[in-house]
């Protein structure tokens, strides 16, 4: 069974770029499934923020597309999140998922990782 680790820093500065890694053991991060970034908000529900999947092709949420990066470390079993330009708004838990459908937005579905808090605050 695939696990996932989120890792990076835990507070970042206004106007910086947020980067997070998942590392994913138990499973290839190259094999037949979505690896994505998903995120909550205080007090909000889950907002999928982008996915790559097995070709490395990588898929983005409209409302972040400007800000997104999502790539892969094939060597290290590695994906990473890349979000530009953070406002105190981008502050959330961040998770790392795996799934057979490009979106998914329920812990009930796919693999997670355990999520890492992230604060944007100066």
């Known amino acids: 069974q695939v696990q996932l680790q989120e890792s990076g820093p835990g507070l ?3 106007s910086q770029t947020l980067s997070l890694n998942c590392t994913a053991s138990g499973g290839s991060v190259t094999d037949s499934h979505f690896w994505m970034w998903i995120r909550q908000p205080p007090g909000q529900g889950l907002e999928w923020m982008g996915a790559m999947d097995s070709g490395g092709s990588a898929y983005y949420n409209p409302s972040l597309k400007s800000r997104i990066s999502i790539s892969r470390d094939t060597s290290k079993n ?9 406002t105190p708004e ?6 790392c998922a795996r799934g057979l459908q490009l979106m998914i937005t329920s812990r009930q579905e796919g693999s997670w990782g355990q999520g890492t808090q992230v604060t944007v605050s100066s």
């Open 90 to 95: 981008d502050t959330a838990v961040y998770y």
């Open 78 to 86: 590695q994906f990473t999140l890349q979000l530009d330009s953070v």
């Open 12 to 14: 970042v500065r206004p």
